[in-house]
């Protein structure tokens, strides 16, 4: 297990090292209204991706077959597909209604990330399967590297759109590398109808996946998201690009590190029995990795603005001090990535839909109510522990359930 991880973190560390360095080039390129709509933007197709994937990147690590894995593939490209014509054809309309201002360049180009976003998703999925995390670690650094050389030349070119541009040609590089890998499952397969179980069947075979996966993680993300769309609506759109950037130097990171650790562990604990998942090293360290998450919050949150203010214009000084409370939310979600992992091996997404609803309403009533009386920065703060909050909210049905775990094998239990 730590030799996957340690394959994708280098692969996700290059990659996002990349990515920092071109960040803050491009700082010096786009404005901070322009950086605070794109990310925006991003952040929007983010969450619709959840819906347009079904978990299908999730259940083809459980799949029994060939054809099976074929199917996942087919039903993946179908739903991406018809989410991100619904999508792009929503906005426009409420563009001609003048209630949403996009330039049609920009629109399709979010359209087209969000669609290849999600394949690319899949084919990671089958990656992880298959035990392949080399392939999965070069094809995110092929996306960094496109993705961050374009959004640099193209904003040293002027192009306006080019922060969006250049994303859509590091998704393109990144699922073009995925799909012409010899270990993939050929395109051909993929796309024949016959053979198999139907659409349908597969669907209903996953249910608990497609809708309470779907449902959980979306929720999770949207809840999670939200502040980015709505700052620049409860704010400016300046103060949104500053959030903006400050959430993306943060959480870019850390979400490349979860993302490695929970492919890995996924992979290791749906091996596994669990009943027999309390005796995991990652579950035996929970007040070690909360005692490290405390100590870094104080050092990073702290030190992260002066060390970044030599690098950046003072135009974006306000930036920094949304850090602290942003680090602190995103460590603790590593902390809490062997627990949110859990739901799905104990098939436990319900619950964990029920908690991410109620911070879900928590995070808007934020927006509606408080947002009005408080300032930019004391109300990022309330997001962040908020946000830190949630992480320790889901951690604790896992642990009550490896505790009774733990009890009934060590001969607790009652016939």
């Known amino acids: 297990m730590i030799r996957n991880f340690l394959k994708l973190s280098f692969g996700n560390a290059m990659a996002q090292g990349l ?16 950086y605070g709509t794109f990310y925006a933007g991003i952040t929007a197709i983010g969450m619709i991706g959840i819906l347009s994937s079904l978990q299908m990147h999730q259940i083809i690590v459980v799949a029994r077959d060939g054809e099976e894995v074929e199917g996942i593939f087919r039903v993946g490209l179908l739903s991406n597909l018809l989410v991100m014509l619904l999508a792009v054809l929503g906005v426009s309309v409420l563009g001609w209604t003048g209630r949403v201002r996009l330039d049609p360049l920009f629109l399709w180009s979010l359209g087209w990330i ?22 999965i670690s070069r094809g995110i650094l092929i996306r960094a590297v496109i993705l961050s050389v374009s959004q640099l030349a193209l904003g040293w ?20 590398y995925m799909a012409t890998r010899a270990e993939s ?15 349908t069947g597969l669907l209903k075979a996953y249910d608990d996946f497609v809708v309470g996966g779907t449902l959980s993680e979306f929720v999770s993300t949207v809840a999670f998201s939200l502040p980015v769309v709505l700052f620049g609506w409860r704010y400016s759109a300046t103060a949104a690009g500053h959030f903006s950037l400050s959430h993306r130097l943060i959480w870019a990171p850390i979400a490349m590190v979860g993302l490695a650790l929970s492919q890995v562990l996924y992979k290791r604990l749906a091996e596994g029995n669990p009943q ?8 035996r360290i929970l007040w070690v990795s909360v005692g490290v998450a405390i100590v870094a919050t104080i050092l990073i949150g702290w030190t992260l603005p002066g060390a970044l203010k030599p690098l950046m214009k003072a135009s974006w000084a306000e930036a920094y001090a949304y850090m ?30 029920i908690i991410d609803m109620i911070f879900l309403t928590w995070v808007s009533f934020l927006f509606l109510v408080v947002a009005k009386r408080l300032d930019s920065v004391p109300f990022c703060y309330v997001i962040g522990i908020s946000g830190l909050m949630h992480q320790v909210s889901l951690m604790a049905p896992i642990v009550l359930r490896l505790k009774e775990a733990s009890h009934f094998r060590d001969g607790g239990g009652t016939c």
């Open 276 to 283: 027999t998942l309390h005796q995991h090293r990652a579950f």
């Open 324 to 353: 602290p409370p942003l680090v602190a939310w995103g460590l603790f979600f590593l902390v809490s990535t062997p627990y949110r992992v859990s739901y799905r091996i104990f098939r436990l997404q319900k619950i964990q839909l």
């Open 185 to 199: 499952p050929s395109l051909r397969g993929i796309l024949r109808w016959a053979g198999g179980r139907s659409l």
């Open 157 to 176: 070119l002027g192009v306006a759109q080019g922060l969006v541009l250049g994303t859509l040609a590091g998704e393109t590089a990144a699922l073009a």
């Open 19 to 34: 990515q920092w360095l071109a960040l803050l080039g491009c700082i010096h390129f786009y404005s901070a209204a322009a």
């Open 114 to 135: 969000l669609f290849m976003a999600g394949v690319a998703r899949i084919y990671q999925g089958w990656f992880v399967k298959a035990g392949t995390f080399g392939l």
